[in-house]
C-alpha cells in the first residue's frame, strides 16, 4: 500500500505560481510512476502530468505545457508540480496518484491517490 500525501496549494493571482508537492511512504518509490490531476466543481477529474519512476518519461496535458513542470527526487521520495503563469481555469482540486505502471492519462490505471489540495486562482 503506497500513501501519498499533497502539499503546496492555495490561492495566487493569474499569472502567479505555485508548487505542489507529494510525499510518498514507498520506499521504491522509484518503481512508481506519478501523476497529477485536478478536478474542478462540476466536472470531471483531469489529467495533468506524469512522470516515470525513473524522470526520463514525461506526460502532460497540452492545456499546461510550457507552464508546468513536474519533477521526482528519488532521494526524498517525492514529486513536485511547478506551476507557472496560473490562470483561473486552472483552478482545481489537485491530486497526486501512484502508478505501477509507466505514464499514462488515464486515471483508473493509478491505484494510490491522497486526499487532494485546492489551487484557485483568482482573476
Known amino acids: 500500500q503506497v500513501q501519498v500525501v499533497e502539499s503546496g496549494g492555495g490561492l495566487v493571482q493569474a499569472g502567479g505560481s505555485l508548487r505542489l508537492s507529494c510525499a510518498a511512504s514507498e520506499r521504491t518509490f522509484s518503481r512508481y510512476t506519478m501523476g497529477w490531476f485536478r478536478q474542478a466543481p462540476g466536472k470531471e477529474r483531469e489529467f495533468v502530468a506524469a512522470?516515470?519512476?525513473?524522470?526520463?518519461?514525461?506526460l502532460y496535458i497540452d492545456t499546461v505545457k510550457g507552464r508546468f513542470t513536474i519533477s521526482i527526487d528519488n532521494a526524498k521520495n517525492t514529486v513536485a508540480l511547478q506551476m507557472n503563469s496560473l490562470k483561473p481555469e486552472d483552478t482545481a482540486v489537485y491530486y497526486c496518484?501512484?502508478?505501477?505502471?509507466?505514464?499514462?492519462?488515464?486515471?483508473?490505471?493509478?491505484?494510490?491517490w491522497g486526499q487532494g489540495t485546492q489551487v484557485t486562482v483568482s482573476s
Open positions: 496518484a501512484a502508478s505501477s505502471r509507466g505514464p499514462s492519462s488515464n486515471p483508473t490505471g493509478y491505484a494510490y
Open positions: 512522470i516515470s519512476g525513473s524522470g526520463i518519461n514525461l
